[in-house]
């Protein structure tokens, strides 16, 4: 009986009381509230459409974020107004890629700007996220630029963008920024339906081929999560990340892991966050990931001390 009395008061602070939950801390209310146990070494947890955090994990960490970025590209993308059924060329890239850029799209080919867009989204396509920067009204720079304006916009002041596909490291931003992005994002339909596509064959011209294209989010297959908006990313610098709105305890929640150790660690975490909110337990994580994000945490706090230090 205490057990669930316990329960039942921790989603009656988490969903009723403005709280904020950080890892290892007591919520405003003055109870001591526990968040889940992740392996991801930073996260939010949020009710979609509001910025404030209902769980942090050193939310306000400023890390590289891989993939995550073409959530923002998309969304730079469909704020340009350009046309979505404009047939785009998929050229040769203008600089070098900062990381491994293979694709299997031909170099001249065609495809139209909503299913460029798509396989960005979906399928984390680099080649299709370089294509829609490059095919910018404004050019490619301007593109980059329009990312960090609107991330200035947002009020996402640990983020900064230096390429719209997230293979480089420079790529940066922090947990709670990401959730701004995503409830900024979760407000267009397109980016919604784009990024939890399961499976898509994209059509392509000049010369005529298709390819088939899969999620690389194995939960947006899983009607009980009822995932709205998707998407993953990994550089061996930012491990594994995962954002993403979907059901639980009864509502729609922003979910933003970054830095996690395995390809299922991420989604590992968004189970305990659901079963949190659901019973307030906590969870357990693996001791390979536990020394992972002391490991990451150590090297952090270390990158910001040297900072710090050059900066006095």
């Given at each position: 009986?205490?057990?669930k009395?316990?329960?039942?008061l921790?989603?009656?602070?988490?969903?009723i009381?403005?709280?904020?939950?950080?890892?290892?801390?007591?919520?405003?209310s003055?109870?001591?509230?526990?968040?889940?146990?992740?392996?991801?070494?930073?996260?939010?947890?949020?009710?979609?459409?509001?910025?404030?955090?209902?769980?942090?994990k050193?939310?306000?960490?400023?890390?590289?974020?891989?993939?995550?970025?073409?959530?923002?590209t998309?969304?730079?993308?469909?704020?340009?107004?350009?046309p979505l059924?404009?047939?785009l060329v998929?050229?040769?890239?203008?600089?070098?890629?900062?990381?491994?850029?293979?694709?299997?799209?031909?170099?001249?080919?065609?495809?139209?700007?909503?299913?460029?867009?798509?396989i960005?989204?979906?399928?984390?396509?680099?080649?299709?996220?370089?294509?829609?920067?490059?095919?910018?009204?404004?050019?490619?720079?301007?593109?980059?630029?329009?990312?960090?304006?609107?991330?200035q916009d947002?009020?996402?002041?640990?983020?900064?963008?230096?390429?719209?596909?997230?293979?480089?490291?420079?790529?940066?931003?922090?947990?709670g920024?990401?959730?701004?992005?995503?409830?900024?994002?979760?407000?267009?339909?397109?980016?919604?339906?784009?990024?939890?596509?399961?499976?898509?064959?994209g059509?392509?011209?000049?010369?005529?081929?298709?390819?088939s294209?899969g999620?690389?989010?194995?939960?947006?297959?899983?009607?009980?999560?009822?995932?709205?908006?998707?998407k993953?990313?990994?550089?061996?610098?930012?491990?594994?990340?995962?954002?993403?709105?979907?059901?639980?305890?009864?509502?729609?929640?922003?979910t933003?892991?970054?830095?996690?150790?395995?390809?299922?660690?991420?989604?590992?975490?968004?189970?305990?966050?659901?079963?949190?909110?659901?019973?307030g337990?906590?969870?357990?994580?693996a001791?390979?990931?536990?020394?992972?994000?002391?490991?990451?945490?150590?090297?952090?706090?270390?990158?910001?001390?040297?900072?710090?230090?050059?900066?006095?």
């Amino acid at each position: 009986m205490y057990k669930k009395s316990m329960a039942g008061l921790v989603l009656w602070l988490v969903f009723i009381l403005p709280v904020v939950v950080h890892a290892g801390q007591a919520g405003s209310s003055g109870v001591d509230i526990q968040g889940p146990n992740l392996a991801s070494v930073n996260a939010a947890v949020a009710l979609a459409g509001s910025n404030d955090l209902l769980f942090g994990k050193n939310a306000d960490r400023s890390v590289p974020i891989a993939s995550i970025t073409k959530v923002m590209t998309a969304l730079v993308v469909l704020e340009s107004g350009a046309p979505l059924d404009e047939w785009l060329v998929f050229q040769k890239r203008h600089t070098p890629a900062a990381a491994n850029a293979y694709s299997r799209i031909r170099i001249g080919s065609k495809m139209r700007r909503a299913d460029v867009l798509r396989i960005a989204l979906m399928s984390s396509e680099n080649f299709a996220a370089y294509t829609l920067a490059r095919s910018h009204p404004g050019g490619f720079d301007e593109f980059v630029e329009a990312m960090n304006a609107k991330a200035q916009d947002l009020g996402m002041t640990g983020t900064r963008f230096v390429d719209p596909t997230g293979l480089s490291v420079e790529n940066r931003s922090t947990a709670g920024d990401l959730v701004r992005l995503v409830n900024a994002a979760s407000r267009h339909p397109e980016i919604r339906e784009y990024s939890t596509t399961g499976y898509f064959r994209g059509q392509f011209r000049n010369p005529g081929y298709s390819l088939s294209f899969g999620n690389t989010n194995s939960l947006v297959h899983r009607e009980s999560w009822g995932v709205g908006l998707s998407k993953t990313g990994y550089l061996s610098e930012a491990g594994r990340c995962l954002v993403m709105i979907s059901h639980m305890n009864g509502r729609e929640v922003v979910t933003v892991l970054l830095d996690s150790l395995g390809t299922r660690s991420p989604m590992g975490d968004a189970g305990r966050i659901k079963r949190w909110l659901d019973t307030g337990v906590k969870g357990q994580v693996a001791e390979a990931a536990r020394q992972y994000a002391q490991q990451k945490n150590a090297a952090y706090n270390s990158a910001a001390h040297s900072t710090r230090a050059a900066l006095d």
